[in-house]
């Protein structure tokens, strides 16, 4: 036998060999697809089954709202009781439930927090589900890859809400996008989601092709050729899965032209997708008075803002420290300027945090010109916007900025960054006229302070004007009747 006839032999062996192997994996991947379409097909009867019983005791249909941090205090928890406000005025006949994972507080406290920090009181109670493993969507869980991390963890949070309760309408309000296929195919329910900021974003993927530094991607990252290339797959993988995951809603909201270019770009369904501007408490603030203050002895910044690491809270200190620096020889000198940083604490990571920023105003000497101002109430919020002539915002791509709405809408020179929301939707012309400023650095935000004070009070009081005027459109009337406009479709669907 030649040799050219023992390699067509030992290749005919070969793939005789080759298949039997593959046949009885064929055989063994079809038998396990089977039992897990067996399974999700139980899985999803059982959690009817629920719902079913569930219905016929209530007698009505169930909406829900996924909010892990319902008690939080920030934007999106003003957006969350605004919401279920405006659904509980227009359909008497459905109940409400939140998800929450706020376990050392009771369901009153949480409505009595929502009615002292917002001034929002609901027509008729809600019902809490208290879920017990938030842990697992807490960042600080995940020091790296935390975006995956997450989002793995909000599925096993979700899976405990849904075994919890099942709904008939979910609505994701707090950009969990991976529960929605969970309730959407394992519980049958209808879904709809209120996007405040994508999980990631293009300008997040350009960060880190750029290779450079902020708060989520470290140097020893961006000074890494290899570990830039590595995250820029990883990111661009999770965007994949992200994607497909909030591309399951049936109905998606979203707070501002700029988050809405992401999202179209990532869940690619804009029949489904419409911008909802956030509520804001626009008319607690218009009896601030608008006059001049020229005759002020100490000017206040105020910066209103949860104490998160994307707020850049850094940079207002240590720009506010240059503002200092240069008015050491000028009129009042340091004792004629004060930041006032107020905004909410989550969790024990927060807290961690303001304390890491008060130990940065005693490094700059700025300590005794910072006051902080935690988890205040309304009135004592609505006190100190009062008394501000400038309102302060660093945040680098910020979905919109409801902060920034209020000391507008308060009267306040608005001080913003130069991207995101501010800049397309909030701090814009307004019949001509100038509502405010933008800046991006150190630099930017020190020179504008200055330039803000070195007005005349005249001119100061006009963008005042204009900023006022210019934010009614952000009004809870306007959030309410855009939100019950775009809801109507999915509400039309329940079984009354």
Request: some cysteine; proline content about 5%; glycine content about 8%.
């Amino acid at each position: 036998m030649s040799g050219h006839d023992q390699l067509v032999l030992c290749l005919c062996e070969l793939t005789r060999l080759l298949w039997k192997l593959l046949l009885p994996l064929v055989v063994l991947c079809v038998l396990l697809i089977a039992v897990l379409v067996l399974l999700v097909l139980a899985v999803r009867l059982w959690l009817q089954s629920s719902r079913n019983a569930r219905r016929a005791r209530d007698g009505r249909p169930t909406v829900a709202f996924f909010h892990p941090y319902c008690n939080a205090g920030g934007g999106g928890e003003r957006v969350l009781w605004c919401a279920i406000r405006a659904l509980q005025n227009r359909y008497m006949d459905i109940n409400f439930v939140v998800y929450t994972g706020d376990l050392g507080v009771t369901g009153q406290q949480i409505l009595d927090g929502a009615r002292r920090r917002f001034n929002i009181v609901l027509p008729r109670p809600v019902q809490f589900v208290f879920l017990r493993h938030r842990l697992l969507v807490e960042p600080g869980l995940f020091p790296h890859f935390t975006l995956l991390g997450q989002s793995v963890g909000s599925i096993f949070l979700g899976w405990e809400a849904l075994t919890e309760f099942v709904p008939d309408l979910y609505i994701d309000s707090m950009g969990y996008a991976f529960t929605l296929p969970l309730f959407r195919y394992l519980g049958g329910c209808s879904v709809g989601s209120y996007v405040h900021y994508p999980t990631i974003s293009t300008d997040m993927l350009s960060v880190v092709r750029e290779r450079n530094p902020r708060f989520n991607n470290p140097d020893y990252v961006s000074n890494s050729l290899f570990l830039s290339a590595f995250k820029v797959v990883y990111y661009c993988l999770f965007a994949l899965l992200y994607g497909m995951a909030g591309s399951c809603s049936d109905l998606i909201m979203v707070n501002s032209s700029w988050t809405l270019d992401h999202i179209l770009s990532l869940w690619r369904a804009p029949n489904r997708t419409s911008v909802v501007y956030p509520p804001c408490d626009v008319g607690a603030f218009l009896d601030v008075p608008l006059e001049e203050d020229g005759d002020r002895k100490c000017h206040s910044i105020v910066s209103i803002g949860q104490f998160r690491p994307e707020k850049d809270h850094r940079l207002q200190i240590r720009a506010f420290k240059k503002v200092l620096d240069r008015r050491r020889e000028g009129a009042g000198g340091r004792e004629a300027l004060k930041l006032v940083l107020i905004g909410g604490c989550r969790n024990q990571q927060d807290e961690d945090r303001v304390l890491m920023l008060r130990g940065l105003c005693q490094e700059l000497g700025v300590a005794d010109r910072v006051e902080f101002k935690l988890n205040i109430p309304f009135e004592e919020l609505k006190r100190e916007m009062g008394e501000a002539t400038i309102g302060l915002h660093t945040m680098w791509n910020e979905h919109f900025g409801i902060g920034i709405v209020e000391c507008m809408a308060a009267g306040k020179v608005i001080l913003a960054h130069k991207s995101g929301g501010p800049k397309l939707d909030i701090v814009v012309p307004f019949e001509g006229g100038q509502t405010g400023f933008l800046a991006d650095d150190e630099d930017s935000y020190a020179e504008a302070i200055d330039r803000i004070l070195a007005l005349p009070p005249a001119s100061r009081l006009q963008i005042r004007r204009n900023a006022r005027q210019s934010v009614a459109r952000f009004s809870d009337q306007e959030f309410e009747a855009c939100f019950i406009a775009a809801m109507e479709p999915l509400m039309g669907t329940l079984e009354r």
